[in-house]
């Protein structure tokens, strides 16, 4: 049974509005040099399967800090169709040594959305929860990105993103 994405839209309309909050919350969560960046999925490659449907649909928000922590929620479809969430802490590291725009990103976080017969699809997967790593690499210019995220040794994911807030 699918469900719809409807039930998850609270999730990120708070995480929205975080940096809006009145007060020390937001004062706290985004200081000066943070910035908020969106993110959509361009195109994913999976390794050949007849259970995988495509193309899924992936928007991102990130709260990048000025330390280069990140924290961010990602919602997609994935690969067999369903509504999935990745809710997520990670680093960013930027490489002007070897290339100016180059930075690599890691991240780790609790990913839901793989139920039923996809249950086992994961490694421990509980009630369609399981712990996720997610590496990517990618090309900064300005306030716009792009990465390839490796989706462990199933695919990659190419997105285009945008600093809405700095």
Known sequence: MKRSPRCYQPWLVLLLAMPFLPGSVSAELFQ?????????GGYVHYRSSNDYEGPPLLGNIELNKKSNWLYGLSLFNNSYGDFSQYIYIGKKWELPQIYQPLQVKLTGGLLHGYTGRWKDKLAF????FAPAIIPSIGLKKGRWATDLILLGDSGLLFTIGYDVIE
């Open 32 to 40: 000066k040099g943070d910035k908020v960046h969106l993110q959509l």
């Open 125 to 128: 997967n509980h009630n369609g």
